[in-house]
Each structure stands twice: as C-alpha cells, then as structure tokens.
C-alpha cells in the first residue's frame, strides 16, 4: 500500500482537528471559562475569525499561550487554572468524532497500517475523550502527549515513537490540521497530509508550503490518495 508514491507503514495522527471535533466545542469551552470568570467573549470570536481567514497562525501550546493571549489580564497562575479547567469541560462535554474519522482508523488497522498519536492533551484526558468516540488507546503502537520529554511542535516528539516502531521514516505519514503538526513532521523528516477539519483554510496550508495535493477535507479522504 503506497502514498505519494511511497509505502505507507506508519500514520502518526493528531487528535483534536482530524479524529475529534475541534472549532465548535473550543468556543464552547472557552466561553464558560469566559461566563464563569466574568471575562470577555469577543477575543474569542475574533481569534477564530482570524483562523478561517489564515491570518492567525495560534500558539504552540495553546492551553497557556492561547489563553493568556486571549485574556492578557489573567495571572499565571489563574492561566494554568484556567488551563486544566478546559480539560475538564472537554472531559464533561466531549467532543465529538469527525465524519469518517474512526471508521478510517478501523480501515487503517485492519490492512496492517500501524497507528500512532502525536497531541497536546495529558494521558488521562486523551484516553477518556476517545473513549467516548469509541476508540481504545490500545489501538495505538505510541503516543506522544503532554507528559513526553519533548512535546510538539519539537519534532524530537517522534524519535521515541520510530525507535519503538522500527518503521523507516520516509514509510509513514503525520495527519495533522495545525501549523505546529506541519513543524513537527517537517522537522522530523516526515511526509505530511493537511486537513482542513480544524479550521486553518486550504490556503494557509499552501502559503506554509504544503503542495495543494497534500491537503484534504478531513481524515476519511486519506483512503482516496492511497494507492496499491
């Protein structure tokens, strides 16, 4: 099985934006943490009017950069509160999956394609909001996530994840919606495939030097390019 004309061993996934859900649930997040604090609802608005527009390229860790940028008022310590709060709204209101999205993942697994996830959450809340979706962490050879030495977008993130696989890099595929993803699987030598699912627009992706080809609606799209 080939992509691009290389074969395809390995997809290494981010989570939120190409399996699960991402702009809608945000804001909703983010505007309960904005009603409960008595903060400000516009920055919000705008900051994504400024993602579908391309002009806005995020935060690294949003979590603490995004949230801080969109309340600069906050203390860090009330930033790192409001951090893990977001991840308990995520927990208690899931999000959910992509169209096709799991059924992609099933389809992958079931040729042989081994799976991997490269992602900002924590491991608790990475395994309890692909619960809900119906997918077991157990489907996934490595993981890189919030608690690994190095987190994205450093793309030392994957030298543990092909140490365990033992899969040549040119053989395997980084599926990612967000500029640090880009970074991480350019950076570690890694084809890279956009998905639009998570808001940045096609030419933004292009404009970052991603070729139109490389760019697809969401994750179930993948099956279209793969080839024998």
């Known amino acids: 099985m080939k992509i691009f004309g290389r074969p395809l061993e390995l997809v290494i996934l981010d989570v939120d934006g190409v399996i699960l859900e991402l702009v809608e649930p945000v804001k909703r997040c983010l505007e309960s943490l904005a009603r409960d604090n008595a903060l400000p609802i516009e920055p919000i608005h705008r900051y994504f009017d400024e993602v579908a527009a391309g002009v806005r ?24 509160r409001f951090a893990w709060r977001f991840q308990e709204l995520k927990c208690l209101d899931p999000w959910p999956a992509i169209k096709g999205s799991t059924e992609t993942l099933a389809w992958l697994r079931g040729t042989g394609v081994t799976l991997a996830l490269c992602t900002s959450n924590d491991t ?91 760019i697809v609606e969401r994750l179930a799209d993948l099956l279209k390019l793969i080839t024998e």
């Open 124 to 214: 608790p809340t990475l395994g309890r909001i692909l619960e809900h979706v119906g997918i077991d962490l157990s489907m996934f050879k490595a993981t890189s996530t919030w608690e690994t030495e190095f987190r994205k977008p450093d793309p030392r993130c994957l030298d543990p994840m092909f140490e365990t696989i033992g899969v040549p890099r040119k053989h395997a595929l980084y599926i990612g919606d967000w500029y640090p993803d880009l970074k991480v699987a350019w950076g570690a030598g890694v084809q890279f495939l956009a998905v639009l699912s998570g808001g940045i627009p096609r030419h933004a992706f292009v404009n970052e030097g991603v070729p139109d080809d490389h």
């Open 57 to 80: 390229h995020g935060y690294t860790n949003f979590l603490d950069e995004g949230i801080q940028a969109l309340w600069p008022s906050l203390k860090p310590e009330d930033v790192v």
